[in-house]
């Protein structure tokens, strides 16, 4: 597949093109079911109705381009029901296969740490049962391997503490 111009990449919150909560949720849900058995594409996109237009906390990037969707990225307080003592979670990075490869995630997940710490976080946390790696390269650490609803995951963690100089 030709790459697209990312010239035209907007990233803006979800609730400001709320006509495309639908199309996130059945993206999420098809991507995720198996590791989030409680949610249905139904809840997500209520959920998702509920979340902020700002860096608070919970809220949704959406990535654009042309004014279509092609990828998204959440903050949530908790993300595995196993590890609630931690918070905030990177989630749902997804970025559609037509577009992937591109920096369009990184881009998403840059403006999530940035949300994350105008918030006041000091660590964000994800979980990923494959991407691993993507995640590392990008400044994450690796803190613990865990099995979650029946699939091996990794947790990772970032300091957003600045001074810290990632």
């Not at 035209?8 to 991507?31: C, M, R, T």
């Not at 949530?76 to 990075?93: C, F, Q, R």
């Not at 995630?105 to 049962?129: M, R, V």
């Not at 993507?134 to 029946?150: D, T, V």
């Amino acid at each position: 597949m030709a790459s697209r111009s990312l010239s035209s990449l907007n990233i803006d919150y979800l609730g400001n093109h709320s006509q495309f909560i639908p199309v996130i949720a059945k993206w999420h849900q098809d991507e995720w079911h198996h590791i989030s058995p409680d949610l249905s594409t139904q809840s997500r996109i209520k959920l998702y109705r509920s979340y902020k237009n700002s860096a608070a906390i919970p809220n949704c990037l959406l990535a654009l381009i042309n004014h279509k969707p092609v990828g998204s990225a959440c903050l949530v307080a908790s993300d595995m029901d196993t590890h609630t003592h931690m918070g905030p979670w990177l989630a749902s990075v997804y970025v559609h296969e037509d577009y992937r490869c591109q920096g369009i995630a990184s881009q998403l997940i840059e403006q999530c740490l940035q949300n994350a710490q105008q918030t006041g976080a000091k660590t964000l946390y994800l979980f990923t049962p494959d991407k691993t790696m993507f995640y590392q390269k990008r400044g994450w650490r690796l803190i613990e391997s865990s099995l979650y609803h029946g699939e091996k995951v990794d947790i990772m963690s970032y300091c957003l503490n600045a001074s810290s100089g990632r």
